[in-house]
């Protein structure tokens, strides 16, 4: 996370960029010692994201699933010990995303930009 002071700084000050989170709502899945919840939750707070205290439901309807820019801006981030393919089948079945590992995150933060979800 060295680096991500600088970049951001530059985003934000000299390219007059929006904040890193700002679009997106994030749920974590599992416990987390270190970074602790609180300290991911700090981050996406200071990025300008929001937290979800329960994970997102699937689409009641095909009007729900069109409307994108809700469903699409949610992420799921579990701890990399949950990420195993049992527990991202379960959380896909209970809510249609496909989480992604805190290591994801914080490498989106390092770099300062969304990072390809396929990562």
């Not at 929001?50 to 469903?71: G, H, I, V």
Request: some cysteine; glycine content about 4%; proline content about 6%.
């Amino acid at each position: 996370l060295e680096h991500a002071p600088q970049l951001a700084y530059e985003s934000l000050i000299l390219k007059k960029e929006p904040r890193l989170f700002r679009k997106f709502k994030f749920y974590f899945y599992g416990n987390f010692e270190s970074p602790t919840k609180e300290e991911l939750y700090s981050l996406i707070d200071t990025g300008h994201g929001s937290t979800l205290s329960k994970a997102p439901d699937l689409p009641k309807s095909t009007r729900e699933l069109s409307n994108q820019s809700m469903f699409s801006n949610t992420i799921i981030i579990c701890h990399p010990t949950l990420c195993a393919e049992d527990n991202v089948r379960q959380i896909y079945l209970q809510s249609g995303k496909i989480p992604l590992s805190v290591n994801w995150f914080l490498d989106c933060i390092t770099f300062y930009k969304i990072l390809d979800f396929k990562q």
